[in-house]
């Protein structure tokens, strides 16, 4: 199921939240209308975060079935709060710690920002259940924010390179295919969450951008 919205009239939803196939952190104070078409349209569990007193759960947190990363500003009550909900949970402390902006994941493998350290590497590899590879988005770093990418499907920056594409089809084992979102902006992940079950995504989307989504994510029939 597919919900086109915004957060307070913000349609960088991308930024304010995540999601697995099973839960998704949301920013705190949203209306309960809002969080009811969330929770609908992604058939998950709602579970309402404050990272460092910050509303940024989408850009300080990356997740898969397995486990979470967070950015090292986190608190224990919050940490606490993930861990309820079965994730393995890894603060990371490197100077790149963004976690949402900085790695894209599902369950199959994890693209990192390239100037993460090793250590970080093989730590975010133990806590998610996956390879994981350093690569850039369009030759962008911060590839969280360029792409979404679900068990089923990845929808990318317009500008990725056939390199980068087949290194990502490899490591998440999904068909790979480029969009925009919010009436044209290429940084996909600031506007769009999903899981397998369903998208939410921003309403300045049009239809021809809703269209790519669905295919890419495999939600057509």
């Known amino acids: 199921m597919f919900q086109l919205l915004d957060f307070n009239e913000n349609p960088n939803i991308g930024v304010y939240c995540r999601a697995n196939?099973?839960?998704?952190?949301?920013?705190?104070?949203?209306?309960?209308?809002?969080?009811?078409?969330?929770?609908?349209?992604?058939?998950?569990?709602?579970?309402?975060?404050?990272?460092?007193?910050?509303?940024?759960?989408?850009?300080?947190?990356?997740?898969?079935?397995?486990?979470?990363?967070?950015?090292?500003?986190?608190?224990?009550?919050?940490?606490?709060?993930?861990?309820?909900?079965?994730?393995?949970?890894?603060?990371?402390?490197?100077v790149i710690n963004a976690a949402g902006n900085d790695i894209l994941v599902n369950d199959n493998g994890a693209l990192i920002h390239p100037d993460m350290s090793i250590g970080s590497m093989k730590k975010i590899g133990d806590t998610l259940g996956v390879s994981v590879e350093k690569g850039t988005i369009a030759t962008l770093k911060t590839i969280g924010m360029a792409a979404v990418v679900t068990n089923k499907g990845c929808l990318c920056h317009p500008k990725v390179t056939d390199k980068e594409k087949k290194q990502m089809e490899k490591l998440f084992d999904v068909n790979v295919?480029?969009?925009?979102?919010?009436?044209?902006?290429?940084?996909?992940?600031?506007?769009?969450?999903?899981?397998?079950?369903?998208?939410?995504?921003?309403?300045?989307?049009?239809?021809?951008?809703?269209?790519?989504?669905?295919?890419?994510?495999?939600?057509?029939?």
Request: aromatic letters at 2%; a negative charge; glycine letters at 10%.
């Open 21 to 94: 196939d099973s839960i998704v952190f949301l920013q705190k104070n949203l209306l309960k209308r809002v969080k009811n078409k969330i929770s609908s349209a992604l058939d998950v569990n709602l579970v309402e975060l404050s990272i460092a007193d910050a509303t940024i759960i989408g850009s300080l947190l990356a997740l898969n079935s397995k486990g979470a990363v967070v950015t090292d500003l986190v608190d224990k009550e919050t940490m606490d709060k993930m861990k309820e909900q079965g994730l393995d949970v890894f603060v990371v402390k490197d």
């Open 177 to 221: 295919m480029i969009g925009t979102v919010n009436h044209g902006v290429p940084m996909v992940g600031s506007g769009l969450v999903a899981n397998t079950k369903g998208a939410i995504i921003g309403n300045l989307t049009t239809g021809i951008e809703m269209g790519r989504i669905e295919e890419a994510l495999g939600f057509l029939e």
